[in-house]
């Protein structure tokens, strides 16, 4: 039985996908024959005109792949690719096709999976990923009538099991983790999945089906060779108020410092060209103690790869670990720092402080590690103080940060702040996780996409950022003021956002709003 795993734009281009890729050593190691079909990638390389490749800024930074308008256009653009994606996913033979989707290639697994329905109705269609999740889009995938079924979470052990019920019976089946329809479109939903205590259970990852030369970085500006992604841990050892880590992974786990270091040793052997390893983690530095023996192992074994990876501020994170990490091929760490703000930081539920936060950044620049910082803008108690002493925070540590990573506060249904939002102050909008607002009003998405630019401006003095939220500025200034009826104001705010936009990549969403506002 072959299996086709599935991965659309939009997506990081940077390195192969490892979840599709661990997903075949698991089905070949259950007795199935899986192969990977990165068409993101294909995609990207595909692009040479029309919208371009400017649209994937790295990891689901692309946000004109939201909106089904620009993704229908892209496809009517380059129909002979998309049609040779169906025929190459068709060529298998296959009961079934899986798809890994997220917000930002969800809607073109939808078209893809429309057209294999189409040409092959006997096809099952099943969904997996993040998108998946009850907390985001969930059972309302099913409602999509070429959607057969979704995996509800982690898949590790419910994918096998239920492509082994298909296998046997010819039909979806009761699986825990999934959620399918039977014979007569019922919706059955089996529950929870089983949780995988033991990452040791893991496979190395199989990168087989992947074409490494067609993985580069989007912004053109780093010469740094392909990522190849590792994993080391799931979940995270924090309760953040505004994270769908808990909620998703339910708890933190991780695998042994010894079958890590086994992975990176044989992923290196049988991948030579490739120099930088992507931990796949939510958190790197979860277990410290095993942190530091992969350490050992690295720098006793003097393995000759760079890694990266997403870590969280602690006083663990101290000097002369930070030099160990080095020493071991640490290059690049990204903190969740979120704001410079301690009254905000505290409203988070972070566990550390702006002054810990900045010794551990301090402290990473002076071990030679490259830092990343994330921060989230218009969070709800932040006010102009608050956002100040965020600034503030980025200005006094600009020679010790590389990168600055923003995004406005997103409202993510599931999450405590969400589902406590009257004793946050905040007013959610139905179906909407970007345009909630304060209780005062005073915290809208207008006005986190000013906060968003004016720290864009200064952070673009040293190229740490290249998205420019201006566009989205007058964007949703335009819809809100279309919505409200003031046509005539709602149409300059559109025809500033059009002006403004650069490389044309959401033009069709701007021109969409346009063309509704004229026929008014």
Avoid at 259 to 265: N, Y
Avoid at 438 to 463: A, P, V, Y
């Amino acid at each position: 039985m072959n299996i086709p795993l599935i991965l659309c734009p939009s997506w990081s281009v940077e390195g192969p996908h490892y979840t599709i890729a661990l997903l075949k050593s698991l089905l070949k190691r259950e007795g199935f024959n899986a192969c990977c079909f990165d068409f993101n990638s294909d995609f990207f390389n595909h692009m040479k005109s029309d919208f371009g490749q400017s649209s994937w800024k790295g990891d689901e930074e692309g946000d004109c792949w939201h909106h089904q308008e620009f993704v229908l256009e892209i496809i009517k653009n380059n129909r002979s690719v998309f049609n040779k994606y169906v025929e190459d996913i068709l060529k298998l033979n296959s009961p079934v096709a899986c798809f890994s989707v997220y917000a930002y290639n969800l809607f073109f697994s939808y078209e893809l999976a429309k057209q294999i329905k189409k040409k092959k109705p006997e096809t099952l269609i099943i969904f997996g990923g993040p998108e998946c999740n009850k907390d985001f889009s969930g059972l309302e995938i099913l409602n999509i009538p070429h959607v057969d079924a979704i995996c509800l979470g982690e898949g590790e052990i419910a994918f096998p099991n239920f492509l082994k019920i298909i296998k046997d019976t010819g039909l979806p089946g009761f699986c825990p983790g999934f959620a399918y329809k039977d014979e007569h479109s019922k919706i059955i939903d089996c529950g929870e999945p089983p949780l995988l205590e033991n990452l040791d259970f893991l496979p190395n990852a199989d990168f087989t089906d992947f074409d490494f030369s067609k993985y580069k970085d989007p912004s053109q500006k780093s010469t740094r060779p392909v990522d190849l992604s590792i994993l080391s841990s799931k979940g995270c050892i924090y309760r953040c108020n505004f994270c769908l880590e808990v909620i998703r992974m339910k708890k933190y786990r991780y695998r042994s410092a010894e079958g890590v270091f086994s992975e990176i040793i044989y992923q290196k052997k049988k991948h030579p060209e490739v120099e930088y390893f992507k931990f796949n983690d939510s958190i790197l530095n979860g277990n410290i103690h095993m942190l530091d023996n992969l350490c050992e192992l690295l720098i006793k074994n003097n393995v000759q790869v760079k890694f990266w990876g997403q870590a969280s501020i602690r006083k663990e994170m101290n000097l002369d670990f930070l030099r160990k990490l080095n020493a071991a091929g640490f290059s690049d760490l990204s903190y969740g720092v979120e704001s410079g703000s301690d009254k905000v930081l505290k409203l988070m539920n972070k566990k550390f402080d702006s002054v810990l936060a900045e010794k551990v950044i301090g402290d990473t620049h002076k071990a030679g590690i490259n830092a990343t910082i994330h921060i989230i803008v218009g969070y709800p108690g932040e006010t102009k103080k608050e956002f100040k002493e965020t600034l503030d925070f980025i200005k006094r540590n600009f020679n010790h940060i590389e990168l600055v990573i923003l995004n406005p506060f997103y409202l993510m249904p599931g999450t405590k702040i969400c589902n406590e939002a009257k004793s946050f102050n905040i007013i959610p909008r139905t179906g909407d996780v970007q345009r909630w607002t304060s209780s005062n009003g005073l915290n809208d998405l207008q006005e986190r996409l000013r906060r968003m630019n004016i720290i864009t401006t200064l952070c673009r003095e040293k190229t740490f950022v290249d998205t420019d939220y201006e566009v989205e500025y007058y964007l949703e200034r335009g819809v809100r003021l279309l919505d409200k009826g003031d046509l005539e104001k709602a149409l300059m705010n559109l025809l500033l956002a059009k002006k403004k936009n650069k490389d044309n990549k959401i033009d069709m969403v701007i021109n969409s709003k346009i063309v509704k506002l004229k026929k008014l």
